[in-house]
């Protein structure tokens, strides 16, 4: 017998025939329509910086970066660790890369190579030394009267330009920072490279380096100045390798954002600079024009790093007092200094007018402004508690502000135990320990709670489901949510993953096995990370014979409603073609 194949598509079948008994009820309905797409999902928003725990998390991009690495020598692997610890130069950066690195030059960025080769980790950034001293052969406290120059430090240089020697010449004073990048292509490629750096960063925080590296920058550095050496390396990064990442000015916090914290010649840029809001403004045009003169973009990604400074009822910055709920939704109210307009945090911030919040808007609009096409990426940022569900409830929503603004890097700074942080970032990149993750494309959802916050995705390598976090920031209550997806394509299940309560591992919960009309209901626990993974439901191939044996049964049976009987028959096996076959088989019998 000839077989005819349809596709199975019940929701039709139930609309047309049946009730529909999963029908969304009451408040806290959220729609889903996977068909409007708002934009793409970049994966290195998913970062962590090296000294975390790799075996935690399952990151999207690996920084290698910190004061350390201002006065770091990749010829020695000796670095001074400034205000960090007595200006002490000593081979702190390979304390922890494998043994067979240690004595290998420029060993930290090697192993951040290695770790993301065998972690499947897409994107690495390492840092490059701008200010212009690193530490010399010379290990040991430098005090004060050996600042540079002296035997203790040796001078940076952006380009050697030719000559180079593979490893370095460690007894010539000089440190080349294009002879670095060479070395690197030789021993694993460049950006284009599967193992390659892809990414290079302009030093760490040059706006503190008169306090963290006083030995090396006695006096804060200006603006030009600053300027001038931030132009020579990435114009130098750009010459060597074309295809690789710039990021830049890693500017520390606010108060950098703002004026560089007072830096020598910004009140005059600003007096002759009206349409200079802040210091990102000027750093900006800076590049474009740089870019202009040069005849190549030197800047790609706006470097920021970003510490909450909410206050907790207690009073103290980013606390502990887990068992205060007012300190509790300080932090997760924190991340609204990122985007909302008109929310004023409780911080010294607010103190000072608080005129660059919201932050990531403030940001895109200097970049729109002054640069366009800019990445913005904060390559540190951390809001606390990582010790509990706060840190891990507070740490999605970061995540989730990142992915609806669109930011292109960003990497967490480790502070103390990190899992639940780090297991918030595992739901959207692991979160069934198979490397499963959140989708690539944030897609359109619709509700109305302010005690939820949900974001919605599908992904191009899997486009069978729709992946839905819900984020519950109720200290104590359960929510009810009513998940509705519109589509003309039929759900018919939702695999669930949950963070949740007094443990950092994220647990699978029994699904939804039935779903109708594209809707359901589910209870997701208070102060809590929900992820449902909505499948599709299954093609089903319905035969001939299926077909008659279908109609025999509802023949055997009569009713007064014969329709409405075989198309509930046909539900779990046919589609609408085999409804057309019976109806047609049925008119037929009536005309013989």
């Given at each position: 017998?000839?077989?005819?194949?349809?596709?199975?598509?019940?929701?039709?079948?139930?609309?047309l025939?049946?009730?529909?008994?999963?029908?969304?009820?009451?408040?806290?309905?959220?729609?889903?329509?996977?068909?409007?797409h708002?934009k793409?999902?970049?994966?290195?928003?998913?970062?962590?910086?090296?000294?975390?725990?790799?075996n935690l998390?399952?990151?999207g991009?690996?920084?290698?970066?910190?004061?350390?690495?201002?006065a770091y020598?990749?010829?020695?692997?000796?670095?001074?660790?400034?205000?960090?610890y007595?200006?002490?130069?000593?081979k702190?950066?390979?304390?922890?890369?494998?043994?067979?690195?240690?004595?290998?030059?420029?060993?930290?960025?090697?192993?951040?190579s290695?770790?993301?080769?065998?972690?499947?980790i897409p994107?690495?950034?390492?840092?490059?030394?701008?200010?212009?001293?690193?530490?010399?052969?010379t290990p040991?406290?430098?005090?004060?009267?050996?600042a540079?120059?002296?035997?203790?430090?040796?001078e940076?240089k952006?380009?050697?330009?030719?000559?180079f020697?593979?490893?370095g010449?460690?007894d010539?004073?000089y440190?080349y920072?294009?002879e670095?990048?060479?070395?690197?292509?030789d021993?694993?490629?460049?950006?284009?490279s599967?193992?390659?750096?892809?990414?290079?960063?302009?030093d760490?925080?040059?706006a503190?380096?008169?306090?963290?590296?006083?030995?090396?920058?006695?006096e804060?550095?200006?603006?030009?100045?600053?300027?001038?050496?931030?132009?020579?390396?990435?114009?130098?990064v750009?010459?060597m390798?074309?295809?690789a990442?710039?990021?830049?000015?890693a500017?520390?916090?606010?108060?950098?954002?703002?004026?560089?914290?007072?830096?020598?010649g910004?009140?005059?840029?600003?007096?002759?600079?009206?349409?200079?809001n802040?210091?990102?403004d000027?750093?900006?045009?800076?590049?474009?024009?740089?870019?202009e003169?040069?005849?190549?973009?030197?800047v790609?990604?706006?470097?920021?790093?970003?510490?909450?400074?909410?206050k907790?009822v207690?009073g103290?910055?980013?606390?502990?007092?887990?068992?205060?709920?007012?300190?509790?939704q300080?932090?997760?109210d924190?991340?609204?200094?990122?985007?909302?307009?008109?929310?004023l945090?409780?911080?010294?911030?607010?103190?000072?007018?608080?005129?660059?919040?919201?932050l990531i808007?403030?940001?895109?609009?200097?970049i729109?402004?002054f640069?366009?096409?800019?990445?913005?990426?904060?390559?540190?940022?951390?809001?606390?508690?990582?010790?509990?569900?706060?840190?891990?409830?507070?740490e999605?929503?970061?995540?989730?502000?990142?992915?609806?603004?669109?930011?292109y890097?960003?990497d967490?700074?480790?502070?103390?135990?990190?899992?639940?942080?780090?297991?918030?970032?595992?739901?959207?990149t692991?979160y069934?320990?198979?490397?499963n993750g959140?989708g690539?494309?944030?897609?359109?959802?619709d509700?109305?709670?302010?005690?939820?916050a949900?974001?919605s995705?599908?992904?191009s390598?899997?486009?069978?489901?729709?992946?839905?976090?819900?984020i519950?920031?109720?200290?104590h209550?359960?929510?009810?949510v009513n998940?509705?997806?519109?589509?003309?394509?039929?759900y018919?299940?939702?695999?669930?993953?949950?963070?949740?309560g007094?443990?950092?591992?994220?647990?699978?919960?029994?699904g939804v096995?039935?779903?109708?009309?594209?809707?359901?209901?589910?209870?997701v626990?208070?102060?809590?990370?929900?992820?449902?993974?909505?499948?599709?439901a299954p093609e089903?191939?319905?035969t001939?014979?299926?077909?008659?044996?279908?109609?025999?049964?509802?023949?055997?049976e009569?009713?007064?409603?014969?329709?409405r009987?075989i198309?509930?028959?046909l539900a779990?096996?046919a589609?609408?073609?085999?409804?057309?076959?019976?109806?047609?088989?049925?008119?037929n019998?009536?005309?013989?």
């Open positions: 017998m000839k077989k005819r194949r349809v596709l199975f598509t019940a929701a039709l079948l139930f609309t025939f049946s009730q529909n008994i999963y029908a969304a009820e009451g408040d806290n309905i959220i729609n889903i329509n996977p068909n409007e708002i793409s999902i970049s994966p290195y928003i998913y970062g962590v910086n090296v000294g975390t725990d790799l998390v399952s990151p991009s690996l920084r290698l970066g910190g004061n350390r690495l201002t020598n990749w010829e020695n692997n000796l670095s001074n660790a400034g205000s960090d007595d200006n002490n130069t000593d702190y950066l390979v304390s922890q890369v494998p043994d067979d690195l240690k004595f290998k030059p420029g060993a930290p960025t090697l192993a951040i290695y770790e993301a080769e065998t972690r499947g994107y690495t950034l390492t840092t490059l030394q701008v200010q212009g001293y690193v530490a010399s052969n040991g406290r430098v005090n004060p009267e050996f540079a120059p002296s035997k203790y430090w040796f940076v952006s380009r050697k330009g030719s000559d020697e593979g490893s010449n460690k010539d004073e440190v920072m294009d670095f990048m060479n070395y690197l292509f021993k694993i490629g460049d950006s284009s599967p193992t390659g750096i892809k990414g290079y960063s302009l760490n925080e040059p503190l380096w008169e306090s963290t590296h006083s030995l090396i920058q006695s804060q550095i200006g603006c030009e100045e600053f300027i001038a050496k931030t132009v020579d390396m990435a114009s130098m750009k010459e390798d074309s295809g990442e710039v990021f830049g000015p500017l520390f916090g606010y108060s950098a954002f703002d004026n560089f914290t007072n830096a020598p910004w009140n005059d840029i600003k007096a002759s600079h009206p349409e200079y802040w210091f990102v000027y750093y900006l045009d800076e590049m474009k024009k740089a870019e003169n040069i005849g190549t973009r030197i790609d990604v706006l470097d920021v790093h970003y510490y909450t400074e909410q907790g207690c103290e910055r980013s606390c502990n007092h887990y068992d205060n709920d007012g300190c509790i300080a932090r997760l924190g991340v609204r200094s990122l985007y909302e307009e008109g929310y945090e409780n911080s010294w911030i607010t103190d000072t007018g608080s005129k660059f919040f919201p808007p403030k940001l895109q609009t200097a729109d402004t640069y366009p096409g800019t990445k913005l990426g904060f390559t540190e940022y951390n809001f606390g508690a990582g010790d509990h569900i706060s840190g891990a409830v507070t999605a929503l970061v995540l989730g502000t990142f992915i609806d603004y669109g930011v890097f960003a967490i700074w480790p502070i103390g135990d990190m899992a639940y942080q780090l297991s918030a970032i595992n739901m959207f692991n069934d320990g198979n490397r959140f690539n494309t944030l897609v359109k959802s509700y109305d709670n302010e005690n939820i949900v974001y995705s599908v992904d390598e899997n486009p069978d489901s729709v992946k839905v976090i819900v519950n920031k109720n200290l209550e359960a929510e009810t998940i509705n997806i519109s589509s003309d394509i039929k018919d299940s939702s695999d669930i993953y949950a963070l949740y007094d443990s950092p591992e994220i647990r699978q919960l029994k096995t039935e779903i109708a009309d594209n809707t359901f209901k589910y209870s626990e208070p102060l809590s990370i929900t992820e449902f993974v909505i499948n599709k089903v191939i319905v001939e014979a299926e077909t008659v044996a279908v109609i025999a049964e509802a023949e055997a009569p009713t007064e409603r014969p329709f009987n198309a509930i028959a779990g096996i589609g609408l073609a085999a409804v057309v076959a019976v109806v047609a088989y049925i008119v019998k009536k005309k013989r």
